[in-house]
């Protein structure tokens, strides 16, 4: 019997024991049994060393091996972060072969007001037109204004009168400059008294403005005013122009341009040629057109030369003729071959570029002149509570009531927030556009038409056009060269249906990071993901017994 309750009493106080060396020397011998555990059988390199090392110095060493060993992978890990972190990009170019989709073209006539149209216009533009006309080259008023030759020509219901190739409308008070006038200066000559040298000219070079140029853009800043249906009315028509248009062997027309005014040239005529695409090269595959320019109507002083100017853009983006395009000659024949270049950029982290959003807004495809154009707009608008004339085109919609910057006060407003925005350039956040297709071209002339081919030049001329068949015929006693000073023809093709791809592309890919990141880990230290989940099992079975102790503890 008392061995029994010795027996049990044995027990009981051995257990007891049991649990008081677990809960208070075994915190120790425990974390030390669960390093050493870890130690014998993790796959980092160097952390056996330094448990089995039998000499304190040797510990020392693979300690401090350890230690040099990490500085070492950190400073190679950041190294590669922030590598990583610059998004840098490589460029690849690629070269191809494939039909083409042929791109779209604007055509403008140089001269933005038909002589015999300008009696449309408002007197204040009338007025700048007769001050420009009056002026020499240096901006004084010539002494052979006078001598010039008269032309009138009459309209149906109106009747115009020109003196020195200005249309002044019968019956009109307003006289040109030069004339005594008894009606006070109108707003536009105000706006003649504003300063322009910071805005026309670097204050570094001199103070003297050139009248003439600041007469020529009161002109188109007046012209850009106008109503556009009577912009459209002044201009030149392309029913008036096209004398014929082949695109391959097949026929375009009047109806497939469309109307794009322009500040400066007037009615521009865009090409939209769809989806249609050019599987041969060669001029006898491009487009071919044949214009009548109709010098009789040009303007002097205001159109300085005889052509057309062209411009080679990629579909449903807005041209621009001024900035984009080049000039085409009369009385020659002008060849452009064309070579397709598609650029692909890297939108954010990698670079900044900018996507197709403007099409859903302005029904054209993202560019910087775009952009550059509707900033400047918003900016002046925000400032001024006004339009800016040239990007009315853009947002302009049948419905709209527009009010363009016009009075002394709007324009002053407007030339203010321009001279900002040039000292300010960074406020607009242009980037070039993620996807994109430019056209390398390269032009040749020659000398055209022959003196066989004028004639069918002035058939053509009165069969397509009839209501110019006349005005063709006036210069039949003049040279051949006079006589083709009315006529361009352009030719528009591609060289070869070979095209340059240029694309950007991450330099360090994800997924190369990652091996990076691995490699200088398993390079310094031996780690691996297998070795960080021994570490995670570690930290659990220490976290796990630290509690299991605080229990028995309390």
């Known amino acids: 019997m008392d061995i029994n309750m010795n027996d049990s009493g044995t027990g009981k106080h051995g257990r007891s024991r ?101 009696y449309m216009a408002t007197a204040e533009l009338q007025q700048v037109a007769a001050q420009l006309q009056a002026m020499d080259f240096w901006g004084y008023e010539s002494s052979t204004q006078s001598q010039r030759t008269t032309h009138s020509s009459t309209t149906s219901g109106q009747s115009s009168t020109t003196s020195g190739d200005i249309s002044t409308p019968s019956g009109n008070n307003s006289t040109p400059s030069g004339n005594n006038s008894t009606t006070e200066p109108p707003v536009w000559q105000e706006d003649l008294d504003y300063d322009y040298s910071d805005y026309y000219i670097d204050d570094d070079i001199g103070s003297i403005v050139d009248l003439r140029l600041v007469m020529l853009e009161k002109f188109r800043g007046l012209y850009k005013e106008e109503n556009r249906t ?67 109507e ?38 452009i ?39 400047s707009h918003n900016k002046t608008f925000q400032k001024c509570g006004c339009h800016v004339p040239e990007a009315t085109e853009i947002i302009r919609r049948p419905s709209d009531v527009i009010e363009v910057c016009s009075n002394h006060t709007q324009l002053k407003c407007m030339h203010d927030e321009r001279k900002r925005q040039q000292k300010r350039k960074e406020e607009c956040e242009c980037f ?7 056209f390398l071209k390269t032009i040749s002339h020659r000398n055209w038409p022959s003196e066989e081919y004028l004639d069918t030049l002035k058939e053509g001329v009165c069969f397509n056009i009839q209501n110019k068949c006349f005005d063709a015929s006036l210069y039949d006693n003049e040279d051949v060269q006079t006589q083709s000073m009315d006529y361009v023809k352009v030719d ?24 990076d990141v691995g490699g200088a880990v398993g390079l310094w230290i031996g780690f691996s993901v297998l070795s960080f989940f021994e570490l995670v099992q570690l930290l659990v079975e220490c976290i796990k017994h630290a509690l299991t102790c605080r229990c028995f503890r309390n």
């Open 432 to 438: 070039n556009p993620c996807r994109e297709n430019q």
């Open 337 to 375: 071959g064309i070579r397709m270049v598609t650029i692909e950029r890297q939108d954010e982290p990698y670079g900044n570029c900018s996507g197709d959003k403007y099409k859903d807004v302005y029904g054209y495809k993202y560019t910087r002149y775009l952009c550059q154009t509707m900033c």
């Open 492 to 515: 528009i093709f591609y060289e070869d249906l070979n095209y340059e791809r240029i694309m950007e592309t991450p330099e360090i890919e994800n997924a190369q990071f990652m091996s």
């Open 18 to 118: 049991s649990r008081t060396s677990i809960g208070s020397a075994g915190n120790t011998k425990s974390f030390r049994r669960l390093f050493s555990r870890f130690s014998e059988k993790t796959s980092m390199q160097g952390v056996f060393y330094i448990y089995s090392a039998k000499k304190s110095a040797q510990k020392i060493f693979w300690v401090c091996l350890l230690i040099a060993c990490t500085i070492g992978m950190s400073s190679h890990l950041y190294y590669l972060i922030s590598q990583f972190l610059e998004y840098p990009v490589n460029t690849k170019i690629e070269l191809g072969f494939s039909n083409l989709i042929f791109p779209a073209v604007t055509i403008c006539n140089v001269n933005p007001i038909r002589r015999s149209k300008l």
């Open 230 to 296: 009577t912009k459209e009315e002044m201009g030149h028509q392309i029913e008036d122009m096209l004398i014929s248009c082949t695109l391959g062997k097949f026929k375009c027309f009047a109806s497939n341009f469309t109307v794009v005014p322009h500040h400066v040239y007037g009615n521009c005529f865009t090409l939209m040629t769809g989806d249609r695409k050019i599987s041969k090269a060669g001029p006898s595959n491009g487009l071919s057109i044949v214009l009548y320019m109709d010098r009789l």
């Open 298 to 335: 040009y303007l002097n002083q205001i159109s300085e030369g005889y052509g057309a100017r062209v411009q080679i853009h990629d579909r449903d983006t807005y041209p621009y003729p001024g900035e984009g395009g080049i000039f085409v000659p009369t009385a020659s024949e002008t060849n």
